[in-house]
């Protein structure tokens, strides 16, 4: 459900852009979609979902400069800005307090669940670093799709190619996370 709100205003900007072929009032759709998602994830919650605020600020901050300056190349950045940024706060924690922003996003995210994340201090600065690496690629692919091809493509990318890079990524960290907890549990724990 998260994830789904989460990409609520990328889905509607896709499907203004099909719908329309204008990348300007797609920008529009996302400008007003993606504040009402934002209120709707404080509301379900009573907390403000920070990457989604940061993720929001951006698309109104770049759409509005995109719509003052009748040019497009200033959504096509928001992305590998959104990403980057991440990348950077996330390299900061890696050296800057107790816990990276990883360990502080997983941990709260499965206060939720019925699974609790617990790795050791090195494995969590070992997920927090795949982080950055994603964010890194993931933004500088946006920006080579971008500047390499039709903007229709990179309407698809930016909905299909980052979302997919995103859950095949999600899908390794799983699989890496099991694994490593796998470990730490040791023999003895499954007699």
């Known amino acids: 459900m998260q994830l789904l709100l989460d990409y609520l205003p990328v889905i509607a900007f896709f499907g203004a852009y099909v719908a329309t072929k204008d990348i300007f009032l797609a920008v529009v759709v996302i400008m007003v979609v993606a504040p009402i998602v934002l209120t709707v ?7 403000l979902n920070k990457l989604t605020a940061w993720s929001t600020g951006l698309v109104v901050a770049f759409g509005g400069i995109t719509l003052l300056l009748d040019n497009p190349v200033f ?13 950077l706060a996330c390299l900061i924690s890696h050296f800057v307090g107790d816990k990276t922003i990883v360990q502080r996003m997983l941990q709260a995210a499965s206060k939720t669940s019925e699974v609790t994340l617990e790795l050791p201090p090195q ?3 070992t997920l927090n670093l795949m982080w950055v690496v994603f964010a890194l690629i993931a933004g500088a692919l946006n920006i080579h799709v971008a500047y390499s091809y039709s903007e229709s493509t990179w309407v698809n990318f930016k909905l299909f190619g980052l979302l997919g890079l995103t859950l095949v990524f ?7 996370m099991a694994s490593v907890m796998e470990h730490e549990a040791g023999p003895d724990s499954e007699a």
Request: proline share 3%.
């Open 123 to 125: 494995n969590w600065r």
């Open 75 to 87: 959504i096509y950045w928001k992305p590998t800005v959104f990403y980057w940024t991440f990348a």
């Open 41 to 47: 994830q404080w509301f379900m919650t009573r907390k």
């Open 170 to 176: 999600l899908v390794v960290q799983a699989i890496w």
